[in-house]
Protein backbone atom coordinates (compact mmCIF):
# COMPACT_ATOMS: atom_id res chain seq x y z
CA UNK A 1 0.00 0.00 0.00
CA UNK A 2 2.67 2.40 -0.64
CA UNK A 3 2.02 5.72 -1.62
CA UNK A 4 4.29 6.90 -3.87
CA UNK A 5 6.87 4.28 -5.52
CA UNK A 6 10.14 4.28 -7.48
CA UNK A 7 11.83 2.21 -9.44
CA UNK A 8 14.63 1.31 -9.89
CA UNK A 9 15.83 2.18 -6.16
CA UNK A 10 19.56 1.99 -7.30
CA UNK A 11 20.73 2.61 -10.91
CA UNK A 12 24.73 2.05 -11.75
CA UNK A 13 25.54 3.09 -15.45
CA UNK A 14 28.18 4.17 -17.34
CA UNK A 15 28.62 7.67 -18.94
CA UNK A 16 26.56 8.30 -22.09
CA UNK A 17 24.38 5.58 -21.24
CA UNK A 18 20.22 6.19 -21.39
CA UNK A 19 18.55 5.13 -18.40
CA UNK A 20 14.90 5.53 -16.77
CA UNK A 21 13.27 5.78 -13.94
CA UNK A 22 9.88 5.14 -13.43
CA UNK A 23 7.21 6.69 -10.25
CA UNK A 24 3.79 5.40 -9.63
CA UNK A 25 1.60 7.41 -7.02
CA UNK A 26 -2.00 5.60 -5.76
CA UNK A 27 -2.70 8.51 -3.25
CA UNK A 28 -5.24 9.82 -6.57
CA UNK A 29 -3.75 13.34 -6.55
CA UNK A 30 -3.32 15.43 -9.61
CA UNK A 31 0.06 16.77 -9.51
CA UNK A 32 3.50 14.89 -9.52
CA UNK A 33 7.04 15.73 -9.45
CA UNK A 34 10.90 15.13 -9.74
CA UNK A 35 13.02 16.32 -7.34
CA UNK A 36 17.40 16.15 -7.99
CA UNK A 37 19.24 15.49 -4.19
CA UNK A 38 22.93 16.60 -5.16
CA UNK A 39 25.63 15.14 -3.34
CA UNK A 40 25.21 18.10 -0.35
CA UNK A 41 21.88 17.01 -0.01
CA UNK A 42 20.57 19.86 -1.68
CA UNK A 43 16.90 19.31 -3.16
CA UNK A 44 16.00 21.31 -6.36
CA UNK A 45 13.07 20.53 -8.63
CA UNK A 46 13.22 19.55 -11.74
CA UNK A 47 9.76 19.35 -13.23
CA UNK A 48 5.82 19.06 -12.37
CA UNK A 49 3.07 17.35 -14.67
CA UNK A 50 -0.60 18.33 -13.59
CA UNK A 51 -2.74 15.78 -14.97
CA UNK A 52 -0.14 14.60 -17.76
CA UNK A 53 0.42 18.19 -18.59
CA UNK A 54 4.31 19.58 -18.27
CA UNK A 55 3.49 22.30 -15.90
CA UNK A 56 7.05 23.16 -14.24
CA UNK A 57 9.86 22.82 -16.50
CA UNK A 58 12.93 24.57 -14.21
CA UNK A 59 16.09 24.94 -16.07
CA UNK A 60 17.17 21.58 -16.45
CA UNK A 61 19.47 19.98 -19.29
CA UNK A 62 17.06 19.08 -22.18
CA UNK A 63 18.57 15.65 -22.25
CA UNK A 64 15.90 15.09 -19.24
CA UNK A 65 12.88 14.32 -20.51
CA UNK A 66 9.81 13.36 -17.88
CA UNK A 67 6.88 11.56 -19.65
CA UNK A 68 3.45 10.66 -17.93
CA UNK A 69 1.28 8.35 -19.03
CA UNK A 70 -1.47 8.90 -17.15
CA UNK A 71 -1.87 11.29 -13.90
CA UNK A 72 -0.53 7.79 -11.41
CA UNK A 73 2.38 7.61 -13.51
CA UNK A 74 5.31 10.14 -14.08
CA UNK A 75 8.94 8.84 -15.55
CA UNK A 76 12.17 10.19 -16.12
CA UNK A 77 14.11 9.55 -19.24
CA UNK A 78 18.11 10.78 -18.80
CA UNK A 79 19.85 10.44 -22.22
CA UNK A 80 23.63 10.61 -22.66
CA UNK A 81 24.60 10.56 -19.09
CA UNK A 82 27.00 12.50 -17.33
CA UNK A 83 29.17 12.16 -14.29
CA UNK A 84 27.17 14.99 -12.96
CA UNK A 85 24.03 12.98 -13.45
CA UNK A 86 25.19 11.00 -9.87
CA UNK A 87 22.10 12.35 -7.68
CA UNK A 88 19.06 11.11 -5.74
CA UNK A 89 16.16 11.58 -7.90
CA UNK A 90 13.33 11.88 -5.75
CA UNK A 91 9.30 11.60 -7.03
CA UNK A 92 6.57 13.17 -5.17
CA UNK A 93 2.81 14.32 -5.47
CA UNK A 94 -0.17 16.37 -4.20
CA UNK A 95 -3.48 16.76 -4.65
CA UNK A 96 -3.72 19.71 -7.19
CA UNK A 97 -1.60 22.06 -8.59
CA UNK A 98 -0.57 25.58 -7.76
CA UNK A 99 -1.22 25.17 -4.29
CA UNK A 100 0.89 25.51 -0.41
CA UNK A 101 -0.38 21.75 0.14
CA UNK A 102 1.98 18.64 0.85
CA UNK A 103 3.67 16.95 -0.87
CA UNK A 104 4.14 13.03 -0.61
CA UNK A 105 8.27 11.80 -1.66
CA UNK A 106 8.70 8.75 -2.89
CA UNK A 107 11.79 6.68 -1.47
CA UNK A 108 14.09 8.04 -4.18
CA UNK A 109 16.29 6.39 -7.07
CA UNK A 110 20.28 6.65 -6.12
CA UNK A 111 21.68 6.72 -9.82
CA UNK A 112 25.94 6.36 -10.06
CA UNK A 113 27.19 7.47 -12.68
CA UNK A 114 31.03 5.51 -14.11
CA UNK B 1 13.18 35.12 -4.62
CA UNK B 2 11.82 32.96 -2.78
CA UNK B 3 14.06 31.24 -0.29
CA UNK B 4 15.04 29.44 2.63
CA UNK B 5 18.31 29.25 5.29
CA UNK B 6 18.82 26.62 7.64
CA UNK B 7 21.52 26.82 10.35
CA UNK B 8 24.78 24.65 9.14
CA UNK B 9 25.03 20.94 10.22
CA UNK B 10 26.20 18.25 11.65
CA UNK B 11 24.59 19.34 15.06
CA UNK B 12 25.47 16.62 17.52
CA UNK B 13 24.24 15.64 20.73
CA UNK B 14 23.44 13.59 23.31
CA UNK B 15 19.94 11.08 24.44
CA UNK B 16 17.49 13.34 25.71
CA UNK B 17 19.38 16.89 25.00
CA UNK B 18 16.91 19.60 24.16
CA UNK B 19 17.00 20.30 20.08
CA UNK B 20 16.38 23.16 18.16
CA UNK B 21 17.49 23.94 14.30
CA UNK B 22 17.01 27.39 12.76
CA UNK B 23 15.03 27.91 9.94
CA UNK B 24 14.54 31.72 8.25
CA UNK B 25 12.86 32.38 5.06
CA UNK B 26 12.43 35.06 2.75
CA UNK B 27 9.21 35.27 0.44
CA UNK B 28 6.34 37.42 -0.69
CA UNK B 29 3.17 36.95 0.58
CA UNK B 30 1.91 34.22 2.99
CA UNK B 31 4.07 30.76 2.31
CA UNK B 32 3.17 27.08 3.99
CA UNK B 33 5.82 25.95 6.10
CA UNK B 34 7.08 22.68 6.15
CA UNK B 35 9.57 20.45 8.19
CA UNK B 36 10.65 17.38 5.97
CA UNK B 37 13.16 14.58 7.61
CA UNK B 38 14.84 11.95 5.82
CA UNK B 39 16.22 8.85 8.09
CA UNK B 40 19.47 7.55 6.60
CA UNK B 41 18.64 5.58 3.02
CA UNK B 42 15.50 6.46 2.73
CA UNK B 43 12.91 9.17 1.40
CA UNK B 44 11.68 12.29 3.09
CA UNK B 45 8.99 12.20 5.05
CA UNK B 46 6.83 15.21 6.39
CA UNK B 47 7.26 16.02 9.40
CA UNK B 48 4.84 18.83 10.60
CA UNK B 49 3.64 21.86 8.37
CA UNK B 50 2.03 25.28 9.36
CA UNK B 51 0.23 27.02 6.95
CA UNK B 52 -0.07 30.71 8.35
CA UNK B 53 1.24 33.18 11.15
CA UNK B 54 1.44 32.33 14.38
CA UNK B 55 0.11 28.01 13.45
CA UNK B 56 2.72 25.23 15.72
CA UNK B 57 3.09 22.45 14.13
CA UNK B 58 4.02 19.68 16.38
CA UNK B 59 4.19 15.80 15.38
CA UNK B 60 6.60 12.95 17.41
CA UNK B 61 7.75 15.73 20.21
CA UNK B 62 8.97 18.32 17.57
CA UNK B 63 7.11 21.36 17.32
CA UNK B 64 8.05 24.57 15.23
CA UNK B 65 5.61 28.23 15.46
CA UNK B 66 4.95 30.14 12.06
CA UNK B 67 6.45 33.80 12.96
CA UNK B 68 5.88 35.87 10.59
CA UNK B 69 7.97 39.02 12.21
CA UNK B 70 11.24 36.92 12.44
CA UNK B 71 10.61 35.15 9.06
CA UNK B 72 11.15 31.63 10.87
CA UNK B 73 10.17 28.55 11.58
CA UNK B 74 12.57 27.11 14.08
CA UNK B 75 12.28 23.46 14.91
CA UNK B 76 12.49 22.08 18.44
CA UNK B 77 11.73 18.91 20.57
CA UNK B 78 12.56 18.85 24.10
CA UNK B 79 14.40 15.26 24.45
CA UNK B 80 16.01 13.76 21.18
CA UNK B 81 16.87 10.03 20.88
CA UNK B 82 19.21 8.03 19.11
CA UNK B 83 16.32 7.31 16.66
CA UNK B 84 15.74 11.38 16.12
CA UNK B 85 19.39 11.24 14.31
CA UNK B 86 18.09 11.84 10.42
CA UNK B 87 19.03 15.06 7.89
CA UNK B 88 15.81 17.86 8.72
CA UNK B 89 15.16 20.25 6.11
CA UNK B 90 12.74 23.56 5.98
CA UNK B 91 10.64 23.96 3.08
CA UNK B 92 8.53 26.56 1.84
CA UNK B 93 5.76 26.54 -0.73
CA UNK B 94 3.46 29.36 -2.11
CA UNK B 95 1.08 29.23 -4.78
CA UNK B 96 3.30 27.53 -7.54
CA UNK B 97 3.35 23.79 -6.47
CA UNK B 98 7.14 24.35 -6.19
CA UNK B 99 8.51 23.12 -2.31
CA UNK B 100 11.59 25.57 -1.76
CA UNK B 101 13.87 23.56 0.45
CA UNK B 102 16.81 24.64 2.70
CA UNK B 103 20.33 23.28 2.61
CA UNK B 104 19.26 20.38 5.42
CA UNK B 105 20.80 20.11 9.54
CA UNK B 106 21.98 16.99 9.69
CA UNK B 107 20.76 15.61 13.03
CA UNK B 108 23.60 13.49 15.23
CA UNK B 109 22.26 11.99 18.60
CA UNK B 110 24.70 9.97 20.93
CA UNK B 111 23.58 7.63 23.44
Known amino acids: DTAVSQTPKYLVTQMGNDKSIKCEQN?????MYWYKQDSKKFLKIMFS???????INETVPNRFSPKSPDKAHLNLHINSLELGDSAVYFCASSPQRDTQETQYFGPGTRLLVL | GNSVTQMEGPVTLSEEAFLTINCTYTATGYPSLFWYVQYPGEGLQLLLKATKADDKGSNKGFEATYRKETTSFHLEKGSVQVSDSAVYFCALSRNTGKLIFGQGTTLQVKP
Open chain 1, 27 to 31: LGHDT
Open chain 1, 49 to 55: YNNKELI
